[in-house]
T-cell receptor
Framework: GAVVSQHPSWVICKSGTSVKIECRSL??????MFWYRQFPKQSLMLMAT?????????EQGVEKDKFLINHASLTLSTLTVTSAHPEDSSFYIC?????????????FGPGTRLTVL | AQSVTQPDIHITVSEGASLELRCNYS??????LFWYVQSPGQGLQLLLK??????LVQGIKGFEAEFKRSQSSFNLRKPSVHWSDAAEYFC??????????FGAGTILRVKS
């Protein structure tokens, strides 16, 4: 149980285009989903927290107009990187939290590698 | 604010040898602590977690960790390392809003 999927697993796009990444909880209802960014050989940095039906809460320094997050259902959250540029190239990981889960407990997706040319 | 320090960026151990990965945290109250493992290009898998109770926590794949409040530590151990354990290991502490704060990670290399 507690499986989280991401799609696509990798994507290459041209500079200036937008890319959408999906995060799905497959066997539980995720009241909260988190989006992280991981640069090579670095740790995970939390970008934003999204609660189903609410606007996402972004961490300091994260451009909310650049990284659009939608959590329209209890099993799906999307991250759209708008007008992507090479510096947006990174590994994006989502995690999901079940409503009754233990405090701070999150289940992670496999990640999406974004390369912007 | 919560923070996590993993002082070792890389560790190399021989297959069959014991392993200890260090983690120190900074948190005002009783922390919720986690260890995750990440294989290259993959997401994170939970190895074990500490919320309360017994300070020695058993996890998957033969890993264990010990919470020591006096040292603000939550070190990960394994008595005998297998080549398949080579990966990156992250310690994390729970923060307000069910968030996680991660350490910088420790890359484990296993030599045969």
């Amino acid at each position: 149980g507690a499986v989280v999927s991401q799609h696509p697993s990798w994507v290459i796009c041209k500079s200036g285009t937008s890319v959408k990444i999906e995060c799905r909880s497959l066997d539980f209802q995720a009241t909260t989903m988190f989006w992280y960014r991981q640069f090579p050989k670095q740790s995970l940095m939390l970008m934003a927290t999204s609660n189903e039906g609410s606007k996402a809460t972004y961490e300091q320094g994260v451009e909310k107009d650049k990284f659009l997050i939608n959590h329209a259902s209890l099993t799906l959250s999307t991250l759209t990187v708008t007008s992507a540029h090479p510096e947006d190239s990174s590994f994006y990981i989502c995690s999901a939290r079940e409503g009754l889960a233990g405090v701070n407990e999150q289940f992670f997706g496999p990640g999406t590698r974004l390369t912007v040319l | 604010a919560q923070s996590v320090t993993q002082p070792d960026i890389h560790i190399t151990v021989s297959e069959g040898a014991s392993l200890e990965l260090r983690c120190n945290y900074s948190y005002g109250a009783t922390p919720y602590l986690f260890w995750y493992v990440q294989s290259p290009g993959q997401g994170l898998q939970l190895l074990l977690k500490y919320f309360s109770g017994d300070t020695l926590v058993q996890g998957i794949k033969g890993f264990e960790a010990e919470f020591k409040r006096s040292q603000s530590s939550f070190n990960l151990r394994k008595p005998s390392v297998h080549w398949s354990d080579a990966a990156e290991y992250f310690c994390a502490v729970g923060a307000y809003g069910n968030k996680l704060v991660f350490g910088a990670g420790t890359i484990l290399r296993v030599k045969s």
